[in-house]
């Protein structure tokens, strides 16, 4: 499956951003699906995860009650609802696919390329 990632830009603290992921292939919905980040010089680090059907997900503690991750498996996407966005949020975020929902980056075998979230103070 191929991943492509949109929908980053430059918020000012405290604004919102969706983020997209497209995926093409038929599999889409088979795979547990997450969004990772990558702050600058520091390690990835998970963001939220969703089971093949929707029915789990799982945040990180930083992210919790603020982003919402959902797919439409119909439409071969994966989306990420991030709100109160704050200056430590500011990373290239990826989607990633897998075999299972989980929050290990090892779990998952295809990545997008990166969408830059900046925000401001």
């Known amino acids: 499956v191929q991943l492509q990632a949109s929908g980053g830009g430059s918020v000012q603290a405290g604004g919102s951003l969706r983020l997209s992921c497209a995926a093409s292939?038929?599999?889409?919905?088979?795979?547990?699906m997450a969004w990772f980040r990558q702050a600058p010089g520091k390690e990835r680090e998970f963001v939220a995860t969703?089971?093949?059907?929707?029915?789990?997900?799982y945040y990180a503690d930083s992210v919790k009650g603020r982003f919402t991750i959902s797919r439409d498996n119909a439409k071969n996407m994966l989306d990420l609802q991030m709100s109160s966005l704050q200056p430590e949020d500011t990373a290239v975020y990826y989607c990633?696919?897998?075999?299972?929902?989980?929050?290990?980056?090892?779990?998952?075998?295809?990545w997008g390329q990166g969408t830059q979230v900046t925000v401001s103070s």
């Open positions: 990633a696919a897998g075999g299972r929902y989980s929050n290990y980056p090892h779990e998952f075998h295809y």
């Open positions: 292939g038929s599999t889409f919905s088979s795979y547990g």
């Open positions: 969703i089971e093949w059907n929707g029915g789990r997900t």
